[in-house]
């Protein structure tokens, strides 16, 4: 690439240069493009594609093992890991900043380096810029990226409301100049999502721009109306078609979810088991499978302690792993189908984001009610569900949650019915509750969403081992990885200034005020 990327590219370079005398060679020339080609940049696009919402090499350390249990999607069956009991694994902590600054940022800002501001191809690149390093300071808060790429070792952390005010304005200039292109395609096949189909960038855009609108829509609600709306008339997501799916292949390039769902060392949370079964949600059968030992959903609590996790009830044979659609088992072992395409961005996100819109008094297109079904419907037909009068029959489903028969003997998580309640109070909280079922299994945005809102209402974990999280207490954040006070000491202080409090889980990021 044209220019070093931290996390592992500099480390690297500076314990070379301790061994030679070539330290200018070695720091320019090794992966360096010289000749930049427009032959290269879709090649480099769908690396970048490939890689930003977490690629099969890093999906387990760096999503699974995070965000996925802190979302309750799921919760561990093993004693391997204690991440699920909030304790930080020091050493998976660089990984999302790997993915981000040095998988996904170098191809990019080739790509912006080597293309015309108004062109399809800066355009989306500014646009996945926006979507992989969203993804990236919600874990963690401020975070190096003015300056990511620049030729230098040591780069300053940035404020998170500069930094998403950088991405409004991004993603506001890639849709106008999208919509003045006389093509009807940038990158072509080599765009893994959408083919290259500039409208469908352009709903991609706007919907990641509405997310982002709500997500500070509480910390700073006149700037979140403005660019909401002005997403909602950009136009967003409506159909299932417009539905981001990044295709994946083998050879490391498979689905992560898959690959890590063969391994068998989580199942269906007790939160996800009460919501879906207490809904009789159709999507259940899809999300996840019987256990094969007992031929029943179940699930566990997030937190279990080590007792808890061997009892027979908790065995990996007894709960219930993620849906056929990424591991089958072959009555010996689970078989993962990589090939499994990636939900990006679904099309029901966008409805459910402007249903809250609808109830903040924002214009979103419809009332928040008809919002709010609608994202069910789509989300429904996005999984496969067909049967209209199924569909119809739970969206005016009055069940609520159930006990999820687990070995805490849980009560209920929640008492909400799916049918649109009459209070406020209680529409946003079913609101958020259908989004986070919604977008599984992306536990990173349904982390963030959770920290926001509030929503949806999730058990406690039943043992926290960090002692910044007290029971009752939900994580609200990565803390930086101890290698950056080696590499890039100076300037993580000054980051640490502007998180605002101290460099702990228990911190809440900008945009958390719930």
């Not at 469908?200 to 500070?216: D, K």
């Not at 005016?396 to 649109?420: H, L, M, R, W, Y």
Request: with cysteine.
């Amino acid at each position: 690439m044209k220019k070093n990327f931290r996390y592992i590219v500099v480390p690297m370079l500076l314990s070379l240069a301790a061994c030679t005398k070539n330290f200018e060679d070695i720091n320019t020339n090794p992966g360096k493009i010289t000749d930049i080609s427009s032959r290269e940049l879709p090649y480099m696009f769908s690396r970048a594609q490939s890689a930003a919402p977490m690629n099969q090499s890093y999906y387990q350390t760096a999503q699974n093992l995070y965000a996925d249990l802190y979302a309750q999607y799921f919760a561990l069956t093993t004693t391997n890991f204690q991440t699920d009991r909030y304790v930080i694994n020091d050493g998976w902590l660089p990984r999302p900043g790997i993915v981000a600054n040095v998988l996904t940022a170098p191809q990019l800002k080739t790509i912006l380096e080597n293309t015309e501001p108004a062109s399809g191809e800066y355009s989306l690149a500014s646009i996945l810029w926006v979507y992989t390093f969203h993804r990236f300071t919600d874990y963690f808060g401020p975070v190096p990226y003015f300056k990511v790429g620049e030729a230098q070792l040591n780069i300053p952390y940035d404020a998170q409301d500069k930094i998403y005010d950088d991405f409004f304005k991004r993603l506001d200039t890639s849709v106008t100049n999208l919509k003045q292109l006389t093509a009807t395609s940038v990158f072509g096949s080599a765009d893994l999502m959408y083919g290259g189909d500039v409208q469908q960038w352009i709903r991609f855009a706007n919907t990641l721009r509405l997310r982002l609108a709500m997500r500070i829509s509480i910390v700073d609600p006149a700037r979140a109306k403005q660019e909401a709306e002005a997403a909602i008339a950009g136009g967003v997501m409506t159909e299932t078609t417009h539905t981001a799916w990044l295709k994946r292949s083998l050879l490391n390039d498979g689905n992560g979810l898959s690959q890590i769902g063969s391994y068998n060392e989580f199942s269906m949370s007790s939160t996800m088991a009460s919501y879906l079964k207490g809904y009789n949600d159709p999507r259940l059968a899809v999300f996840f499978q019987p256990s094969v030992a007992g031929n029943v959903y179940r699930g566990l609590r997030n937190g279990s302690s080590t007792t808890a996790i061997n009892q027979a009830m908790n065995r990996p044979a007894q709960t219930s792993n993620v849906g056929k659609r990424w591991a089958v088992w072959n009555g010996a072992a689970w078989t993962p189908q990589l090939t499994a395409s990636q939900a990006v961005i679904y099309a029901a996100e966008a409805y459910f984001l402007r249903a809250e819109a609808a109830l903040n008094g924002w214009n979103a297109g419809g009332t928040a009610q008809e919002l709010y079904e609608k994202g069910i419907e789509v989300s429904m037909k996005e999984w496969g569900i067909a049967d209209a009068t199924a569909v119809a029959n739970y969206i005016q489903g009055t069940a609520t949650p159930a006990a999820p028969d687990d070995v805490e003997n849980s009560p209920a998580v929640a008492s909400i019915p799916v049918k649109f309640g009459a209070s406020a109070a209680v529409q946003r909280q079913q609101i958020g509750t259908q989004k986070w079922l919604a977008i599984y299994p992306d536990g990173i945005e349904a982390w963030a969403e959770f920290r926001r809102s509030g929503y949806p209402q999730m058990y406690p974990v039943v043992q926290s081992d960090n002692t910044d999280l007290p029971a009752g207490t939900f994580i609200n954040r990565l803390p930086y990885p101890s290698t950056e006070a080696t590499t890039n000491g100076k300037e993580l202080e000054k980051g640490r200034q502007l998180l605002g409090g101290p460099d702990n889980a228990a911190t809440k990021l900008w945009w958390d005020k719930n």
